[in-house]
């Protein structure tokens, strides 16, 4: 029996960081943060980065690389969170914001990331200077009697205080409910990374079954700065001694700051050492930052927060891999009003100039009226995605109501797609003319139903008995679900017109038959000729091959005093009413625009 093949180690430098409901993960040449917004869904937004390989070499020196390493996740961190938080706040811009955008050039963004940064390093300073010394000199007073410590016991108190202060503040962060979120998705992140690592395919159960502990980690960095830095503030202690230079306090603080690049430095490339090698003799010198870890920076994730680690990881990965791989920026809520003018701007872009779509795209997938599509509520990104996918469908040059999937016909929902002809609203005019003579006893017979709009819409307003007839099988099926749909009960049959219409007399045929001349047919909008079938457009040579047969059939099909009601093409009347002539009284009805459009005739 073969032995089963063991797992081949990996590595990677694709370190990460928790965001808001999220992990950020950094690669060689990429960088992507995954969130998971309000509906569930896991929105990505990636970027890339210029590689460390091609910087300029001073900032690749030893020492230097840890600090510009520690700048830089400062900066990049906190722009991440930000970026993270807008997943579920106002993503667009306030009045106030864009003023200061268009009239002083000012990035409101860059100005509050930058004022994040001072505060968090006037809090940093408060912190591990000043209130490790305010504490130390308090230590003193309570011991009383004059009692004073000597620099370097001073230097080793400072810093014993430090960690604790810095554990702290990790403790009391700890019982917040988002922040101990945040350490769950640090262990997801953790996770996701170790799996890799091990060679195991990145599946939730895989990451599921790896450590949250992980030698690069950010929060063992910052151990290692913590102690490192006691230890060379205590040499500095040391040396001000041995040459006998007495430095104010003041001037003591202002030299710690000054050394943090230089700590940093030193931090970095411990870090980096100690992450290489498992040696049992630099375990101690990993243990506190373990510890820490394990107790407080990182938690259990549930198998939602693994997943947007992998997604995270996963975009990072391939993109290094890959460069053509396009970045991708996150759907974050905006207001209903510049929604709608995106989509406006959007579809003029592709050619399409009415402002009415853009209204009813945004209207119609939010659920609001059309006067509502201006307003200032906001969108989430679960209902700008369902309308930027009908967006990109329409800018194709599919018909809106294909897009959509549905319209509105005389106030019934239809659902149409490229099987059917979309129910114009002309024809709500043949309808309505139709229904004021249908009472509940009459018989109706609807040839080329289509969608079923027509049947539905008389079978539902008087409760009568409607057959609905079509050619084709595919436009029956949807019509048979438009009935369903709307709870109309209507007798369909597949049939050529009247060909398999057999033993029934009708009160009332109403008919919206193809018109379109065939020559015509390449020269109609693309929405039409392109989208629309053809079997429902093509009218024969001269637009009125459907109509002959209709007049020829329906004296056959109508009771006495029956009627005939038939929607047509512009121009078209005349040539019908020749064809009525058998027929003992014609009307000629216009629609809503004035134009000839319905032809009424009684038998």
Known sequence: MAKKEKNKEKKTSIGGQAVMEGVMMRGRTAMATAVRDQDG????????????????????????????????????????????????????????????????????????????????????????????????????????????????????????????????????????????????????????????????????????????????????????????????????????????????????????????????????????????????????????????????????????????????????????????????????????????????????????????????????????????????????????????????????????WYCIGNTEFYGYTINVDERVLIPRPETEELVANALKVINNNSVVLDLCTGSGAIAIAVQKEKNCKVIASDISVDALTLAKENAKLNGAEIEFVESNLFENITDIKFDVILSNPPYIKSEDISSLQKEVKDFEPNLALDGGVDGLDFYRVIVEKAKEYLNPNGYLFLEYGIGQENDIKDMLSDFSKIEIIKDLQGINRIIKAVK
């Open 41 to 400: 869904i896991i929105r990505v937004e990636s970027t890339r980065i210029k590689p460390v390989s091609k910087r300029p070499l001073f900032l690749r020196l030893p020492l230097v690389r840890g600090c510009v390493s520690f700048v830089e996740s400062m900066i990049t961190g906190t722009k991440t969170l930000m970026r993270s938080a807008e997943v579920y706040g106002e993503g667009e811009p306030t009045k106030f914001e864009k003023w200061l955008a268009e009239k002083l050039k000012i990035d409101l963004m860059g100005i509050v990331i930058g004022l994040s940064l001072i505060l968090g390093a006037f809090l940093a300073m408060f912190l591990f200077i000043w209130l490790p010394i305010f504490l130390t000199g308090l230590l003193e007073k309570i011991i009383g009697g004059g009692f004073s410590f000597d620099k370097i016991s001073r230097a080793f108190i400072e810093g014993g205080v430090k960690i604790l202060v810095f554990i702290s503040y990790i403790a009391l962060a700890s019982l917040l409910k988002d922040i101990k979120r945040t350490f769950m998705y640090h262990g997801a992140e953790h996770k996701t990374i170790t799996c890799y690592e091990k060679g195991l395919d990145l599946t939730v159960e895989n990451v599921k079954k790896c450590s949250r502990i992980h030698d690069r980690c950010g929060t063992t960095y910052m151990v290692l700065l913590l102690i490192i830095s006691i230890f060379i503030f205590v040499l500095v202690e040391a040396l001000f001694t041995m040459f006998d230079i007495n430095v104010l306090g003041i001037y003591r603080s202002l030299l710690k700051i000054a050394l943090l690049p230089f700590v940093a430095g030193i931090s970095y490339e411990i870090l980096k050492g100690l992450s290489k090698t498992q040696s049992p003799l630099v375990i101690p010198f990993k243990i506190p930052g373990i510890l820490i870890q394990k107790f407080l920076t990182t938690k259990e994730p549930d198998d939602d927060m693994i997943e947007v680690a992998i997604t995270a990881f996963k975009t990072v990965y391939d993109m290094d891999e890959d460069e053509s791989i396009e970045t991708k920026k996150f759907v974050i809520p905006e207001k209903v009003s510049v929604l709608t003018e995106k989509v406006k701007a959007k579809l003029l872009e592709n050619g399409i100039d009415e402002e009415a779509e853009s209204e009813w795209i945004v209207s119609i997938v939010l659920g609001i009226n059309r006067s509502d599509v201006y307003s200032d509520t906001l969108v989430s990104p679960k209902n700008i995605d369902a309308i930027n996918k009908i967006v990109e469908e329409r800018i194709t040059g599919r018909p809106l």
